[in-house]
């Protein structure tokens, strides 16, 4: 069992940068994938970035390669998302979730945080 809370959400100005955290609990955190989703209003849930379980290989959407980066600290059971050059079109409810496969596949992630709003300005 794994329970994950996101933080470091908040409102910022287009081109301007935020980091999300998702704090893990759970012994068996380093055994699973960590991916990042968002869903802004009136959309579909959509994959962002996702990072291995212990040799750090990641995937990032189209859209965000090169302003996003995500990392994790096995050690800290916390996984990280860097945002930089932040676009409005990027404002959604963003989440971090856990699960056995290293995949941009939303229904293979078992565990869920609550989310956290980011809102970037124009």
């Not at 609990?25 to 959309?43: D, M």
């Not at 979730?97 to 941009?104: S, V």
Request: aromatic share 14%.
């Amino acid at each position: 069992q794994v329970q994950l809370v996101e933080s470091g959400g908040g409102l910022v100005q287009a081109g301007g940068s935020l980091r999300l955290s998702c704090a893990a609990s759970g012994r068996t955190f380093s055994s699973y994938a960590v991916g990042w989703f968002r869903q802004a209003p009136g959309k579909e849930r959509e994959f962002v970035a996702t990072v291995s379980w212990h040799v750090d290989y990641t995937i990032y959407a189209d859209s965000v390669k090169g302003r996003f980066t995500i990392s994790r600290d096995n050690a800290e059971s916390t996984v990280y998302q860097q945002m930089n050059s932040l676009k409005p079109e990027d404002t959604a409810v963003y989440y971090c979730a856990a699960g056995p496969l290293f995949t941009k596949t939303i229904r293979t992630y078992t565990y869920w945080g609550q989310g956290t709003q980011v809102t970037v300005s124009s």
